[in-house]
């Protein structure tokens, strides 16, 4: 019974036959599948895999170039480059941002560092394209990232060069600072080869040799690890640096003139008269350029932009002053040039003139009696110079004063020129729909009422009367070097024209500024030296008119310094043979003899002891060419 019932359980090898079959053919199908997926992988998607394995293995990273160096016609270094570091995070290998962030806090609070990045910085698309969390960082930071660098998926350090301003605000308004790119910039046609994120110039000669400076980026090919680690340079293009500015600056002078200028505002321009280079240019109040490096923080921008002193304005360049007395010069050339005065001519100041029923007073109430032309200037008579004005007319005065370079921009490559005012009849005609008044001729006979000029323009006027007769156009750039010293671009000295004046007149007008400061009635006296050596004019421009009927007890009166009389000294240095033009403004300084003179004092005494004469031919490559 046992072995039957075996034999009934038993089952045939027939029976097993169709799940054989059926097991066959799932075996069969799946192996196909397996292998239609791997043709699909290998064949037709093969090219794109691995396109994006090496994406993933390799990457591109910009190599950022040094930016030019900006040096001194001593070839002293005024801007350079250090380099600084960067914490960035690249998103695509961080896993969870907000992990890495997390974790990068974290090792901060443990040592009692604070995290100075931003809170939610902006996680950008573009596949790995690194997105900076914190600038600058200390030596400290440093260390302590790349200690944990495994802990920080995606993080990576950035070396990015940042400019040294080595002079700080004592030149920030001639070198300007650098910044990243604006949208609006970017829109613009000037910047068409920039990207975002590029740093340009914004102002002084950063910005106008932003292209010569900025240098060309390179590019390195490197294979990295699964946490965006680099481990091997694949390949390596090296950036171009930028080229080298050479000024026409002296760094030490510039620091004299910085040190030696002791007003709230205002500016100083040293020139030299035989070529119109510019060797010191201060506009105080300033700033320090190495506050742009990185991005300058909102409680500083909102300091000096809502400062009323302006510190952002370079004065020497953009601030217009009434040329007060200085502009007797040039009412002195016209009636030289006009046969007004042919010799020893005087007129007689009793200490104001009458025009209608009003009278404009002489800055002497008494007078100064009867005054030829040379004790005019010297004395700075206002009366002689009303007398002379009135005969000229105001057209006439307007033709002499754009011959001396008022009223046009100068073209110095520095940004913001103003160009000032030279009124004329047409003008106030067009401008206000008026005749013009003979009162108005009056005020600007001494340099007052609409007319207005830079201290620049008015260095470049004086300086044209100490060299002889000839207005060159300002230039604060020397050449332009590459960065191992090939010369590639000489700037050469330009002629922008001649005073309309004889070698006799010239003469005449130099021994009156001679007296000015030599003689004893001089205005100039705080500017006479030992050595005799020194010729120039005070200038007092008036801010607001005060009344013909000021009392003892109005003048008294503490005027609000908005109020008070700019002070201005031009002078130039040594009489028979220039060297340089020293210009002073210090706003609402008081009167140009007692406030503007002793700072000029300052810096030709400082000059004159520490530089000597030198072949200007030899320093500067060649004979100066001309341009009209």
Known sequence: MANRHGKLNRQEPSDFRGRFVVAGCIVFFAFFLLLGRVWYLQVLKGGELRERSENNRIRVQEIKPLRGLILDSQRNILVDNNASFDIALIPDEAGSVDGVIASLRNLYEERNIAYTGVPDPPMVRKRFLPVTLERDVTWDKLALVEMNSTMLPGIIIDVVPVRNYTMGPALA???????????????????????????????????????????????????????????????????????????????????????????????????????????????????????????????????????????????????????????????????????????????????????????FRCWKREGHGALDLHQAIVQSCDVFFYTLGLQLGIDDIAEYAVQFGLGVPTGIDMPGERGGLVPTSAWKRERFGEPWQRGETVSVSIGQGFLNATPLQLARAFSAIANGGTLYKPRIIRQIESSSGEVLEVFPARTQGHLPLSQGHLDRLKKALYGAVNEPRGTGRALRREERDVFGKTGTAQVISMPDDDDEESEKTETPFRFRDHALFVCSVPYDDPRITVMVVAEHGGHGGSAAAPIARKIVDWYMEHRPPVDVSAVDGGTPGGES
């Open 173 to 359: 308004h001639v070198l300007g600072y650098v910044g990243e790119i604006s949208l609006n910039e970017l829109l613009s046609p000037t910047y068409r080869e920039y990207r975002s994120g590029s740093l340009v110039g914004k102002a002084g000669i950063e910005k106008v040799m932003d292209r010569r400076l900025r240098g060309k980026s390179g590019g390195a090919q490197v294979e990295v690890n699964v946490a965006g680690q680099v481990i091997d340079v694949l390949a390596r293009i090296d950036p171009k640096p930028g080229c080298n500015v050479v000024t026409t600056l002296d760094r030490d002078l510039q620091q004299v003139c910085w040190d030696s200028f002791d007003k709230p505002a205002g500016a100083v321009v040293v020139m030299d008269p035989s070529d119109g280079s510019i060797l010191a240019m201060v506009s105080k109040p300033s700033f320090d350029s190495n506050l742009f490096n990185r991005g300058i923080n909102a409680m500083d921008w909102e300091k000096f932009s809502t400062d009323s002193m302006a510190p952002f304005k370079n004065r020497a360049v953009s601030g217009l002053y009434p040329p007060a007395s200085l502009f007797k010069l040039i009412i002195a050339a016209a009636s030289l040039d006009r046969g007004l005065i042919t010799g020893d001519e005087t007129i007689f100041c009793r200490g104001a003139i009458t025009l209608g029923d009003r009278d």
